[in-house]
């Protein structure tokens, strides 16, 4: 198994702004992670990001969540939960103005070194297929892996873990 894609809407009309994507990781960026996210339960947004986010709904500038979901590996979920947490995610944001056009996630653990994994670039490629039209594109994510691999897919990336990264994210969608 590769990695999992859901879109959500990549078709919207009208026509989006593709020249930007913003894409983000998942747990500690748009939603606090309780350690192996995916319970319904546990699912509280991160401010910040639903202002991000708004941001880019309404400069319609697409939006896509890529994330390592090893839980499902791991045996901790099965990735029906998974994708329902992320369809819920989706529901939620909705509900506060903000659109998720794609989720991408890896359900693999590190020791199965597979190519999909952050802070390997597979991922990124599947969200770069999806708008080929795009020229560019940034990456918000909380840890090393996600800063590698927003270097590594050659992409800027701004930090969740400090305050000013989604002020960062903003300035970059509105430039």
């Known amino acids: 198994m590769t990695f999992i894609s859901k879109i959500y809407s990549l078709n919207m009309e009208p026509k989006p702004n593709t020249k930007k994507i913003l894409i983000l990781d998942r747990d500690n960026t748009i939603n606090r992670d309780t350690g192996y996210t995916y319970r319904l339960k546990d699912l509280v947004l991160i401010e910040e990001s639903v202002e991000l986010l708004a941001s880019a709904a309404e400069l319609r500038i697409p939006v896509v969540i890529i994330s390592n979901q090893s839980l499902v590996n791991r045996g901790l979920a099965s ?6 947490f992320n369809d819920a995610l989706v529901e939620k944001l ?46 918000v994510g909380d840890s090393e892996s996600d800063m590698e691999a927003a270097k590594n897919a050659g992409i800027e990336f701004f930090s969740s873990s400090i305050k000013y990264g989604y002020t960062q994210a903003i300035n970059w969608l509105t430039k």
Do not use: G, N, T
């Open 94 to 139: 909705e509900k506060k103005k903000c659109k998720i056009d794609a989720i991408i996630f890896c359900p693999h653990i590190p020791e199965e070194e597979c190519s999909c994994r952050k802070p390997k670039i597979d991922m990124f490629l599947e969200a770069f297929r999806y708008y080929p039209e795009a020229s560019e594109f940034c990456y």
């Open 79 to 84: 990735l029906d939960e998974v994708e329902k």
